[in-house]
């Protein structure tokens, strides 16, 4: 008499498969590999609001900042979208990226030798991270963050990030201070490209656990090529966003440790305790993956933060020794000069008109108006002379 045997069905091996709880770790050839930038509807639900306050923030900085500019009463009118009123910009000439003057970022918290080594306004590290040449600036930095910071927020959370934003921010801006000039810049990048340098990071940490390894590569050195050629235009610090992306790359080793990118429901029959176990023996096994690694990027960091702090302290401008640096940040053009120069005006008011000329060329340029600020005159001169 024959015995027939059943089959085993798919079902159940993909009920049985289901029943591990388990994170793909990198290195593990049985893990299914993702793509790194993933669709989506695949990617992990997980809400977004730091981001969203970033971007919140650097829109309400903005606006204040162009308030805090009026152009039309400090200017006598003569700027770009009048209709726009005490915010519109000023002319395309003075600021390109349709932004607010130079005297207007010193009064909000841009970076310039004087006011960092003279009169030791150290603050300026923490407002300059904030601030945007213009509005084109500004669209194209939040652009930007929108793309990088939303991936990073929901694969690694919005703590970890917060901490990276922020220490590269700073860094950023120390790092700046060591090539600043008389002109007023700012640091918004810094803070954005230390998320860069944190997730190539995390795409090198974890490089056996994805698929599209090329294409992520390509789509981070193109977001960073095109914020870093706007470096070049005036007020924005490139050394700032060398100084962030450095210390980003040193903190994502540190910070970023394996995604969590699948969780498969624990058995029924096991109950939320050994969830909790399981979800523990996780976070312990992320946290110590790799500790030399991350022990020498931690001191690599912290020993980079305490050089540039105590070098900004010192008041050390490495331009002194560098005479091509200046040219990482700054590319010389007709409209402006690359040259670290205190700029000198001679004013003559005639028939409610002001000449300056500049004393260093002699260039002169008359203006169809007298009543300006001491501030806005020296926006002028420095016009003139460029």
Known sequence: MEVTTEPKTQIDEVSHRNLSFSTPIAGDPSSDKLPFFRHRSRQIKRDTWLVSVFVLLQIVVFAVTMGVNDCSRNSNGHCAAKLLGRFSFQPLSENPMLGPSASTFEHMGGLYWDALVENHEIWRV?????????????????GSLILVGIFMEQRYGPFRIALIYFLSGIVGSLFAVLFVRNIPSICSGAAFFGLIGAMLSALARNWNLYTSKVSALVIILTISTVNFLIGFLPH????????????????????????QLRQDPPPPHKGK?????????????????????????????????????????????L???????????????RKWSCSDITTSCEAMVSDAQLTLTCMANGKFRIFPYTNISQARTQDLCTLVCS
């Open 273 to 317: 305790l050994f969830e909790d176990d399981m979800r523990t023996s996780t976070r312990l096994k992320e946290m110590f993956d790799r500790p030399v690694l991350r022990i020498v990027c931690l001191v690599l960091f912290c020993g980079i933060l305490a050089g540039v702090l105590i070098a900004a302290c010192w008041g050390i401008n």
């Open 319 to 333: 331009n002194r020794y560098c005479n091509w640096c200046r040219y990482v940040d700054c590319v010389p053009t």
């Open 126 to 142: 923490l407002t300059s991270p904030w601030l945007h040449s213009g509005l084109f600036h500004l669209l194209i930095n939040l």
């Open 236 to 259: 924005i610090d490139n050394f700032a966003n060398i100084g962030g992306f450095i210390s980003g790359f040193l903190l994502g080793f540190v910070l970023l440790f394996t995604p």
